[in-house]
């Protein structure tokens, strides 16, 4: 056995089970909150259960749920938290709690509170004894809560399991029962330390316990098994939290590796293709998984959904990073009879690829293209709800004005995002080197600015601004505006040679646009015609990085594969186009 080394597991179950049926009705519907890490990249969120402990927190006098679930967005967004920042949390005795129904009462959330302030907690080294135990509690300054502080800081310093199964088999001799939160807080160091048959003894014993478990437990229930021969109950785990709500990425990540690592790659893909229809978005790990799990296997359907993950990327302008890269070379090459062969190049400014010859897809939209993105900009995004949230109308039509009158632009500039390039310079020297830089070749610029621009101040000097503004048009816009939409119209309406330089993505842009074939040519757009910041630059001056003329997507001919990549997994420059490529060929 496992869990509880003095105890058999059997003895223990009925245990717990004569216990709870002593147990009054109304001690079974209390409830408690908690929240655990469980990896580097997975945070288990815990919403409201039941439990028949006197050691939890009371339930509101009227019945009413003290913690109410979670909902799905607040789940996933917690979920996308690493191990370092949750652990940081617990040290710093940040709780975190649902308010998505209703706070609780004052009182209530003081407890809630205190329970998390004992963060310098050092849990034993190795197992005591029932005396030992008792010593240690009744010197902590909140006995009532000793418990619950000690397994938290285990899980935090990762202490060994033999050290947790000392406390709860104390727990269970001294009280005839272990509450629903210390089991989940136990499950959480098993899962930890993929301690298999320890999860399967909580498992058992939960489910025994309880006739319902919350949405945390199933996490971590679904993560610790799916990395273990018991991975189909993992499976079985899924569609309970299915008939709930829709399970998280996470939990459907887990069990697509756990298919794909015991090769039953038909289940993988239809647990993919169901967490897409859902909305979730995987991630480049379980992305990679694919491939590494399909290397050197046969079959025209397996390779069809791989393409199809490909496709994936070229639609959604992904970008894998080397590791991933590698795995897709790997797969390709290891196709039996296939034939394929990679190999890492720089696609020349003209397009052209030197390994196999071929040319990349033009950046470049058809008039009748780019005339339709132009209308729906102007449209969606422009003339939509959003864009006086941030301008006023009468603002935007002298704009509009502005512009008319001094048409066409070679390239218009974000001034403000320009002047940030590089924070320990002046705001204007910034300016002044992006404007000398692009204005090459006598390139007609627009700046857009702000007002407090032509302020005298310490990032604005007065004579700098003057020197600029000889070099380029100039419209300076009011403190409170947002300046994309002005960005996108003064490029837009210049022409399809124009060119505009911001680090912003434009991500709220695209999301205006109401449908996905518009979307696309504005990803296409953006990516032929967004002038990027180098940040290889060496020493002071600005450097910037021309428009593609060819389209950075990956891309297919049928017997040749282009994909561009990124060196590492970094999201903080994702406007940025690779410049990197596999060139994939088969002979």
């Given amino acids: 056995m496992a869990l509880l080394s003095q105890i058999s597991k059997q003895g223990f179950q009925d245990l717990l089970w004569r216990c709870q049926m002593l147990w009054p009705v109304t001690r079974c519907q209390q409830l408690f909150a908690i929240s655990f890490s469980i990896s580097h990249r997975e945070k288990a969120s815990y919403s409201s259960f039941m439990t028949s402990s006197s050691t939890t927190l009371p339930v509101d006098l009227k019945g009413n749920n003290a913690f109410p679930n979670k909902t799905r967005s607040e789940i996933d967004s917690e979920e996308e938290k690493g191990w370092d920042e949750e652990a940081k949390d617990i040290s710093e005795g940040k709780p975190h709690f649902s308010s998505s129904v209703g706070s609780p009462k004052k009182q209530l959330r003081s407890q809630v509170l205190s329970r998390h302030s004992f963060t310098k907690v050092q849990p034993p080294e190795k197992p005591l004894q029932a005396e030992e135990w008792n010593r240690l509690r009744e010197s902590f300054q909140s006995p009532d809560i000793f418990e619950e502080v000690m397994l938290n800081s285990m899980v935090r310093c990762n202490s060994p399991i033999d050290v947790a199964k000392s406390l709860l088999n104390h727990v269970a001799k001294s009280r005839g029962d272990i509450a629903y939160n210390l089991l989940v807080k136990y499950l959480a160091l098993c899962v930890q330390q993929r301690q298999v048959s320890e999860i399967c003894d909580v498992y058992d014993i939960m489910k025994m316990r309880f006739k319902i478990l919350e949405n945390g437990a199933y996490s971590l229930f679904i993560r610790g098994l799916s990395n273990s021969d018991q991975w189909r109950v993992a499976l079985t785990l899924l569609e309970e939290v ?8 996470t939990n459907y990540e887990c069990c697509i590796k756990a298919a794909g690592h015991h090769q039953e790659m038909n289940l993988a893909f239809e647990l993919y293709h169901e967490m897409l229809a859902k909305g979730l978005v995987p991630s480049l790990d379980v992305l990679q998984a694919f491939f590494d799990f399909s290397r050197g296997m046969k079959g025209a359907e397996l390779q069809k959904e791989l393409f199809g993950i490909l496709l994936y990327l070229r639609e959604n302008q992904i970008y894998p990073h080397r590791t991933f890269m590698w795995s897709i070379k790997l797969w390709f090459e290891s196709i039996p009879g296939g034939n ?14 030197p390994v196999c010859n071929h040319q990349l897809e033009d950046s470049d939209l058809s008039e009748e293209e780019y005339n339709n993105l132009r209308e729906r900009i102007i449209k969606d995004v422009i003339h939509g709800t959003d864009t006086f949230r941030k301008t006023s109308p009468q603002e935007f ?10 048409l066409p632009f070679d390239i218009v500039i974000d001034g403000l995002n320009v002047s940030h390039m590089k924070p320990k310079r002046m705001q204007c020297e910034n300016l002044f080197d992006a404007v000398n830089c692009l204005a090459k070749e006598n390139a007609r610029l627009l700046v857009l600015g702000r007002k407090h621009m032509l302020i005298n101040s310490s990032n604005w000097k007065r004579e700098v601004m003057q020197e600029i503004q000889n070099k380029a048009e100039f419209f300076f816009a009011e403190n409170i505006s947002e300046d994309d939409a002005f960005l996108l119209y003064a490029t837009l309406q210049s022409g399809k040679h124009c060119k505009f330089v911001t680090r912003d993505f434009l991500r709220d842009h695209k999301a205006c646009l109401a449908d996905s074939v518009t979307r696309h040519l504005f990803r296409k757009w953006q990516r032929g015609h967004q002038i990027a910041f180098s940040h290889s630059t060496e020493g002071k001056r600005i450097k910037f990085l021309p428009a593609l003329r060819y389209d950075c997507v990956v891309q297919t001919t049928g017997d040749t594969w282009h994909i561009p990549y990124k060196e590492t997994f970094d999201e903080k420059y994702s406007y940025e186009i690779p410049r990197k490529w596999l060139c994939l060929q088969q002979k």
Avoid: Y
């Fill in 397 to 406: 039509e002298a704009f509009q004005t502005f512009v008319k009158n001094r």
């Fill in 340 to 353: 394929w062969r990679g190999h890492l190049t720089n696609i020349k400014d003209s397009g052209h690829c």
């Fill in 242 to 249: 299915k008939k709930t709500m829709i399970p998280s990425r």
